[in-house]
């Protein structure tokens, strides 16, 4: 079992910047991949960014690339996301998830563990 405790949410102005942090209990993180996923209001929930448990293997969606970074420590069971050069359409509620398959996955269906989700709203 896996809990995920996400962190570093808040108003930032279009440009700014954001750390997202997800702390995973658990003595099995270091062998799953980990997501971030985010839910606009009114929208469905989508992906951002996936990292494998190796940190060898990475991707992140169309939108957010060349201004999102996934990023992972095993030794502290944490997971992040930097977010930099932010739009008003990234405003969200950011998700951090588990998957202890261990794939490479954009799919909300493949990841078993997930947060309670940190609130990003960026003002234009």
């Known amino acids: 079992q896996v809990q995920l405790v996400e962190s570093g949410g808040g108003l930032v102005q279009a440009g700014g910047s954001l750390r997202l942090s997800c702390a995973a209990s658990?003595?099995?993180?270091?062998?799953?991949?980990m997501g971030w996923f985010r839910q606009a209001p009114g929208k469905e929930r989508e992906f951002v960014a996936t990292?494998?448990?190796?940190?060898?293997?990475?991707y992140s969606a169309d939108s957010v690339k060349g201004r999102f970074t996934i990023s992972r420590d095993n030794a502290k069971n944490t997971v992040y996301l930097q977010m930099n050069n932010l739009k008003p359409e990234d405003t969200a509620v950011y998700y951090c998830?588990?998957?202890?398959?261990?794939?490479?996955?954009?799919?909300?269906?493949?990841?078993?563990?997930w947060g309670q989700g940190t609130q990003v709203t960026v003002s234009s």
């Open positions: 990292i494998s448990w190796s940190r060898v293997s990475r």
């Open positions: 998830a588990a998957d202890s398959r261990a794939r490479l996955s954009s799919y909300l269906k493949d990841y078993n563990y």
């Open positions: 658990g003595r099995t993180f270091s062998s799953y991949t």
